[in-house]
């Protein structure tokens, strides 16, 4: 009897498409994003790995960068496609190095050497044995090393239904037409109905889209529709896994950042509760380290998280402790948002006089050192306290102040759903009802454009929405 075999996705014949409308813009997008999640203008000097390298486009990035570079991939028409751009941008380099080999394979890894950066985006996910894949990519590494890994978050029934969705999409020609036939119209009149209501040319989205990364839509969504194997995993699981593995090789410097890290996704996507314990193990990691400023910023996020659960007590202690950490380490910009996230926990327990306070000092400090986040967030703090005391007009100037810092949209149009949400509110109490049903529609809009719900507006609950 023959054995069935598990589809597979032809990521490579994707990668050769994409390689024809690769041009200077997009490789520039990827180069900039590189460095940002690197922290670093440029690798000179260091060994950078692309494990699973696709269309070679980072391996190139990291190139440009600076870095000796060497690429593999399983696949052989991804490799063809890296070798490609290595004939076009670095032809006959020493420097960059690509192979065919597998993720999976502990010989073929001990074989390449040790290296500064292993960099797997988006990848392990597809091999078919994640969690070996995730023990085997730190063999490479160097002591001090930075791995850059991308692994799909566990949502569910969603992850589980999407597994069902990309196998069958692998299975067959006619599997495939029908799931492109279905999702792909359905993103573009997402898109168009999106388009026309914010009175946007439609095909701006294409011409000009880069994913962030320098992709484009149409392979993103196929790379998306047809990415299988699949598999996923919650952050704190990843985490848990990769510290257990290196338990003697992580600092408690790494391993507490690491943990703020996950504990702010938990913040950031409602589930504050489940960062508590996380915070705790993160203030003990710092304790053993003796990290101020860094033992001052986790305290800051610690009090936080403690306030969005309701521990307001817990909170302030918190924050007074981080508030005095950086004031005695000179931090002006450290202790101005320290103070914001104070005054925030007054706004909460109702202590108006005291926010209003805290709130004037942060934005004369912003001001200062030109942090034009801090001065936002200041600000939108500050619309909210003229709204809780039921001065709702006189939030009508600062929260405008919010719309002018971001009127080119650098923060994401889901930060100017979230003041447009205090505007209109604002603005009726001023009595200009037109402009605050204006204001409402256009954050419904940009709410159901990103697919979100309104809860994620993140309102404090004496700022109404409806």
């Known amino acids: 009897m023959t054995a069935l075999v598990e589809p597979r996705f032809a990521f490579g014949r994707n990668w050769t498409s994409f390689l024809g409308m690769l041009d200077d813009a997009r490789i520039a997008t990827a180069t900039a994003s590189l460095s940002t999640m690197l922290d670093r203008a440029d690798l000179r000097g260091l060994r950078f790995l692309d494990v699973g390298c696709g269309s070679g486009l980072f391996s190139l990035a990291a190139r440009r960068l600076g870095a000796s570079v ?22 006959e380099d020493p420097m960059w190095d690509i192979r065919e080999g597998s993720a999976l394979d502990e010989s073929f890894f001990k074989s390449l050497g040790m290296f500064d950066v292993v960099y797997s985006w988006g990848v392990l996910h597809h091999t078919g044995a994640m969690w070996r894949a995730l023990d085997l990519i730190r063999a490479p590494l160097r002591p001090g090393g930075r791995l850059c890994i991308a692994i799909y978050n566990d949502q569910g029934a969603w992850s589980r239904r999407w597994a069902t969705i990309k196998r069958r999409f692998c299975s067959s020609p006619l599997w495939r037409a029908a799931i492109v036939g279905t999702f792909v119209p359905y993103w573009v009149l997402r898109g168009l109905a999106a388009d026309v209501v914010w009175g946007r040319n439609p095909l701006r989205r294409y011409t000009e889209y880069r994913g962030g990364r320098g992709m484009s839509v149409w392979h993103d969504w196929i790379d998306w529709l047809g990415g299988y194997p699949f598999e996923f995993a919650k952050p704190e699981a990843i985490v848990a896994f990769m510290r257990a593995l290196m338990k003697d090789e992580v600092a408690p410097t790494l391993a507490s950042r690491v943990l703020t890290a996950v504990a702010v996704l938990h913040f950031d996507t409602g589930h504050a509760a489940r960062a508590v314990p996380l915070c705790e193990e993160i203030l003990r990691l710092d304790q053993a380290e ?7 910023i986790h305290l800051q996020v610690s009090g936080c998280i403690l306030m969005e659960v309701g521990r307001s007590t817990e909170a302030r202690t918190v924050l007074d402790q981080a508030l005095a950490i950086t004031t005695d380490l000179g931090d002006d910009r450290g202790c101005a948002w320290v103070e914001l996230a104070l005054a925030d926990l007054d ?8 926010a209003k306070r805290k709130l004037t000092r942060t934005i004369e400090t ?61 603005m009726a109490a001023n009595g200009d009802t037109t402009t605050a049903d204006t204001y409402r529609a256009e954050c419904l809009c940009i709410v159901s454009d990103l697919g979100l719900d309104v809860d994620c507006l993140l309102l404090p609950p004496f700022v109404p929405f409806s």
């Open 347 to 354: 706004l909460r327990t109702g202590h108006w006089a005291a």
């Open 366 to 426: 912003f001001e200062r050192v030109a942090d034009l986040q801090g001065i936002f967030e200041a600000h939108r703090s500050l619309g909210d306290l003229a709204i809780g005391q039921g001065r709702s007009a006189e939030a009508v100037t600062p929260l405008r102040r919010c719309l002018q810092i971001w009127e080119n949209d650098l923060t994401g149009k889901l930060e100017r759903a979230r003041i447009l949400a205090r505007m209109a509110p604002a």
């Open 70 to 91: 060497v690429s593999f991939d399983l696949d052989g028409d991804s490799v063809a496609c890296a070798r490609e751009l290595r004939r076009r941008y670095f032809s």
């Open 290 to 296: 003796g990290e101020r400023r860094l033992t001052a």
